[in-house]
């Protein structure tokens, strides 16, 4: 089956840094993305990696490692508004998105 | 330029009722797609369409019908109304497959009882 593993969440505090990981075990590897979800919005994207390596977009970066099948997401001086959930998804062989629970990061002052 | 729109945003129907969630986009995307997100879970796809006329089963189709007769539209029907139809409901666009991002419209929250 296809399994994409977050933690369910996570506290750090304002202007701080934290990273979110997140495990994969799908049918095929065509990218990973990563979504901020506000509570009670809809997911906005973030970032995505089909390549090994580091991507790095202003506060937030992402790592991606196709052969550990692992990716993180690291989001630097972290304000209140970054309070959301972050969701991994994963596009399978069939370019389906197979989604992971999401890690809902709450921000201390 | 308005993106993705859903409508209604909360509905609460009675089990066996039937209803349309409607999705609108004016980006003019071939790719469509509709989720539902449970508490705790991921989303699950549930039907998607690659172009007008052209529409395939997700990950948890039972419970749903789709068409796509526009571009633009893609409208979901529940027939039958059960409680684990409980859900959040989200429509997205994207102009390809292989596009990186995937557009969202604000959601639907459905109540079955």
């Known amino acids: 089956g296809q399994n994409i593993d977050q933690p369910t969440e996570m506290t750090a505090t304002e202007g701080a840094i934290v990273q979110i990981n997140c495990t994969y075990q799908?049918?095929?590897?065509?990218?990973l993305f990563w979504y901020q979800q506000h509570a009670g919005e809809a997911p906005t994207f973030l970032s995505y990696?089909?390549l090994d390596g580091l991507e790095e977009k202003g506060r937030f970066s992402s790592f991606l490692s196709r052969s550990k099948g692992y990716s993180y997401l690291l989001l630097k001086e972290l304000q209140m508004k970054d309070s959301a959930s972050y969701l991994c998804?994963?596009?399978?062989?069939?370019?389906?998105?197979?989604w992971g629970a999401g890690t809902k990061l709450i921000i201390k002052p | 330029n308005a993106g993705v729109t859903q409508t209604p945003k909360f509905r609460i129907l009675k089990i066996g009722q039937s209803m349309t969630l409607q999705c609108t986009q004016d980006?003019?995307?071939?790719?469509m797609y509709w989720y539902r997100q449970d508490p705790g879970m991921g989303l699950k796809l549930i039907y998607y369409?690659?172009?007008?006329?052209?529409?395939d089963k997700g990950e948890v189709p039972n419970g749903y019908n789709v068409s796509r007769s526009t571009t633009e539209d893609f409208p979901l029907r529940l027939e039958l109304a059960a409680p684990s139809q409980t859900s959040v409901y989200f429509c997205?666009?994207?102009?390809?497959?292989?596009?990186?991002?995937?557009?969202f419209g604000p959601g639907t929250r459905l109540t079955v009882t």
């Open positions: 997205a666009s994207s102009p390809t497959t292989e596009a990186y991002e995937q557009y």
């Open positions: 990696n089909v």
């Open positions: 369409s690659v172009g007008a006329g052209i529409t």
């Open positions: 998804a994963v596009r399978d062989r069939d370019y389906q998105l197979i």
């Open positions: 799908t049918s095929g590897f065509n990218g």
């Open positions: 980006m003019n995307h071939n790719y």
